[in-house]
């Protein structure tokens, strides 16, 4: 295969002091979350790559698992606006980003902003809600600017939506296409935490005065460390490896994975591996590191590319999940 | 004697007058012939057709049980029934059910009857065959039961009302049974179908296969290392190239040796799966050190110092020897 070869000097070991330096914040964000969030290391780890790389994020998982305390400690700690949408049938558009109202004192049309218009927007349960409001979100996650009636609104930065949905009911409900899907950055499965930490929540919910959550960090601040992410120095071999997963999805036969093309619909699209490269150096940042090593292609990779490959009917039938696809292709494609 | 003859009509009017009230006289001469056939077989043989009743509505049925006794001695035949039993029409004749006491046989019958129109019809008489004093074929008749079949009472007081549709018959689980049974056998053979497809065609987890070197694994890594030094890559500020051909020749070696797929793991992979497997502590600390820093070299752009890349090498060459799989020479005891 003929890739692009770079040549660009990067000063590894500056920028590994300035991510030191400038990932501090991450520690504290950590310790403010763990204020109301016991255990779900998983859970925040994402919401924080989901916050240093712009992206969206789509959180799976039964009720109760503090899907939205999470978020809700996330933009508490963040000094930021949030807002919590409730997905129900009979939402319309408008109730989402807003409407036109008429003023009787002023005999004129003004806008009335929706909640869509925060730092930080739960989406609960999304696909509780029909197609044209979860499109009305969606279109509003990808341009990042919303349109009421001739006037179109910059949405603020940072804008992070956190979309909920529950695996376990499915009646009355309205799946995401696979094309909008593809705007979440990252799907995370929550499972459930542990024992030990189970117990904690158990002694934390007793309190009767919780421990506040305090901002720790300015808007401003995540700003910064989005700019910052996207200066991780990736390698040439790392990028090969994000193309090579992403691409023994489309090809796996050529990956001598045959056995995987008649389970395979579709494969990842290169927004897979956008954000799998993206993903990947945000999870380097968090990690203190300036680098990208194939611990953190593959630390992301689940999240990231479990909504953007489609399986035939053969592997639902056979009980395959796209999560046993990603992990046959981890164990072959070789690690450079 | 004619006062006998008239007693003996007297008696018999009074028994035909109690039992055939109904009869028409033509059968009354039969009756009355009837000792005159073989008093001394009547002692014998015994016959009785008895109905369940001698009244039945138009296109009832009626149930009458023949049954005949005789001495083991005697061999009876019973008259096979066609279509009609005296005036009445044969519905179903049931088998003949013989019962076997001391010296007593008794031979059972039971036929369902029905009339098709009003008045009274005659039932019977039943022929008997048995043999005779000489040898000879002799008959034995049953009484005659005269069945007395009336109409529906029509209440003529009442308006008269269409003729009525034929009734519904109910559905029986009997008619079902044998369709449900074949749906059961059907559905039962297609699940033993799909789980056998399904188990054939179970997920295997991913075996590579790549051609394996003819020396032993230590030998084999020996060559390629000293391959290795003897390009002097490193000294050709070939730095990242070395590295990764000398980590690739250790995650191979590791695969020849352990049988594991270390060329597709990370560092990280290697180290959890080292802890687990039989290696030495110090052998495993010399591998890391050499993937940790390979890994700075190849995805952090670190330039170490000649000294490091010439002690990498050397202790790549110590832990093939610390992990070499020894041949264990048996010593020999007889001293030759």
Same mark, same amino acid.
């Not at chain 1, 400038?22 to 979350?33: G, M, N, P, Q």
């Not at chain 1, 998983?42 to 989901?50: A, K, P």
């Given at each position: ?20 330096? =400038? ?21 925040? #780890? ?47 558009? !408008? ?43 969606? #279109? !509003? ?7 009421? +009636? ?46 030990? #930490? ?37 390698? =040439? ?57 194939? =611990? ?13 490959? +489609?399986?035939?009917?053969?592997? =639902? ?20 | ?26 059968? @009354? ?10 008093? $001394?077989?009547?002692? %014998?043989?015994? /016959? ?64 369902? @009857? ?29 009484? /005659? ?8 009472? /029509? ?32 559905? $039962?053979?297609? $699940? ?31 060559? %390629? ?74 995805? $952090? ?36």
């Amino acid at each position: 295969m003929d890739l692009i070869t770079t040549n660009q000097t990067v000063d590894i070991a500056a920028l590994n002091d300035r991510i030191q330096r =400038e990932s501090a914040f991450v520690d504290l964000l950590s310790i403010e979350i763990g204020k109301s969030i016991i255990g779900q290391k998983y859970m925040v #780890e994402r919401l924080l790559i989901g916050l240093l790389s712009n992206g969206h994020i789509l959180l799976e998982g039964v009720p109760g698992l503090a899907k939205t305390l999470a978020i809700k400690s996330l933009a508490a700690a963040i000094h930021a606006r949030y807002s919590r949408i409730q997905f129900t049938p009979d939402l319309l558009p !408008a109730d989402l980003i807003g409407t036109m109202i008429y003023n009787q004192k002023e005999n004129e049309f003004s806008v009335k902003k929706g909640p869509v218009f925060a730092n930080f927007v739960l989406a609960d349960e999304i696909n509780r809600a029909p197609a044209k409001v979860q499109s009305a979100l969606l #279109e !509003a996650m990808q341009e990042r600017q919303v349109t009421i +009636g001739e006037k179109t609104f910059a949405l603020d930065e940072p804008f992070l939506v956190l979309a909920t949905q529950n695996p376990i009911e499915q009646e009355g409900t309205y799946p995401l296409p696979e094309a909008q899907v593809d705007r979440f950055m990252l799907k995370a499965v929550i499972g459930y935490p542990k024992k030990e #930490e189970e117990q904690l929540i158990i002694r934390q919910n007793m309190q009767l005065a919780p421990k506040p959550i305090t901002p720790v960090v300015q808007k401003e601040d995540i700003l910064k460390a989005r700019n910052t992410v996207r200066e991780v120095y990736m390698d =040439e071999k790392i990028e090969h490896y994000i193309l090579d997963i992403v691409f023994a999805t489309r090809k796996p036969e050529d990956y001598k994975l045959a056995k995987l093309k008649p389970l395979i619909s579709y494969g990842s699209s290169p927004r897979a591996s956008i954000n799998l490269a993206i993903a990947s150096k945000a999870y380097a940042f968090i990690k203190r590191r300036g680098y990208v090593i194939p =611990e953190d292609v593959r630390a992301v990779c689940y999240d990231v590319m479990r909504h953007r490959i +489609g399986l035939t009917y053969e592997a =639902e039938a056979e009980n395959v999940t796209t999560e046993n696809v990603i992990s046959e292709i981890l164990n072959v494609v070789e690690v450079p | 004697m004619k006062r006998l003859a008239g007693k003996l009509i007297e008696q018999c009017r009074n028994w035909v007058r109690i039992s055939f009230s109904k009869m028409r006289l033509h059968f @009354v001469a039969v009756v009355l012939l009837f000792p005159l056939v073989s008093p $001394a077989v009547a002692q %014998e043989i015994s /016959v009785e057709l008895r109905p369940d009743s001698t009244h039945i509505l138009i296109g009832d049925f009626l149930r009458a049980t023949l049954q005949v006794k005789f001495p083991a001695s005697e061999k009876v035949i019973l008259s096979p029934v066609r279509d009609t039993l005296g005036q009445m029409e044969l519905v179903k004749a049931s088998g003949v059910d013989t019962s076997t006491s001391a010296e007593t046989i008794t031979l059972t019958q039971t036929y369902t @009857v029905s009339a098709y129109d009003s008045g009274n019809f005659r039932l019977g008489p039943q022929r008997i065959f048995f043999a005779g004093k000489g040898g000879e074929t002799d008959t034995l008749l049953t009484d /005659v039961v005269m069945i007395a079949v009336s109409t529906v009472p /029509v209440d003529t007081t009442r308006a008269i009302k269409p003729i009525k549709q034929p009734l519904q018959v109910p559905y029986t689980w009997q008619e079902f049974a044998p369709f449900i049974l074949l749906a059961l056998l059907l559905i $039962a053979a297609m $699940a033993i179908l799909i789980y056998y497809i399904r188990k054939r065609k179970r997920r295997k987890p991913a075996v590579i296969e790549r051609p394996k070197p003819k020396d032993p694994p230590h030998i084999w890594a020996r060559k %390629e290392l000293k391959k290795l030094e003897d390009e002097k890559l490193w000294q050709r500020d070939e730095v990242k190239q070395y590295y990764s051909r000398l980590t690739d020749i250790l995650r191979m070696y590791l695969e020849y040796r352990y049988g594991w797929f270390a060329l597709e793991s990370t560092t990280e992979q290697i180290s959890e799966e080292i802890s687990v497997r039989n290696i030495p502590v110090d052998a495993a600390n010399k591998l890391l050190a050499i993937l940790k820093g390979g890994d700075m070299v190849k995805f $952090a752009r670190r330039l170490p110092l000649p000294d490091e890349n010439d002690s990498a090498i050397k202790r790549a060459y110590e832990f093939v020897e610390m992990t070499e799989q020894k041949e264990i020479i048996k010593e020999d005891n007889t001293g030759k």
